[in-house]
């Protein structure tokens, strides 16, 4: 099993900029890739950023120079860096692991981000 704890969320003004952390236990050996997806009231849970774990990434294109995923894989936590936050990227962000050889996933329970003009 692996499981994930989202933290970092919060209110915060237009231009400014945020932290999210992913912290991973469990079974981290057998983690293949992470991400972080947002969901907005309203709208489908979106991905905003994919990282392998041998270290290629991806990007929205509506966050792409925007924001940054990284691992810390000494602290076994994910991050995702925002910068120039606009609000529309007022959302829930979670974050989620796709682990073992049969593709099992995990998600983590969310952290908000308010983002007010």
């Known amino acids: 099993q692996v499981q994930l704890v989202e933290s970092g969320g919060g209110l915060v003004q237009a231009g400014g900029s945020l932290r999210l952390s992913c912290a991973v236990s469990?079974?981290?050996?057998?983690?293949?890739?992470m991400g972080w997806y947002r969901q907005a009231p309203g709208n489908q849970r979106e991905l905003v950023a994919g990282i392998v774990m041998r270290g290629s990434t991806n990007y929205a294109d509506s966050v792409k120079g925007r924001f940054t995923i990284s691992i810390d894989s000494a602290k076994n936590t994910v991050y995702l860096q925002m910068s120039s936050l606009k609000p529309e990227d007022t959302a829930v962000y979670y974050c989620?692991?796709?682990?073992?050889?049969?593709?099992?996933?995990?998600w983590g329970q969310g952290t908000q981000v308010t983002v007010s003009s």
């Open positions: 469990g079974s981290t050996f057998s983690i293949k890739t």
């Open positions: 989620k692991a796709v682990w073992s050889d049969y593709g099992s996933v995990s």
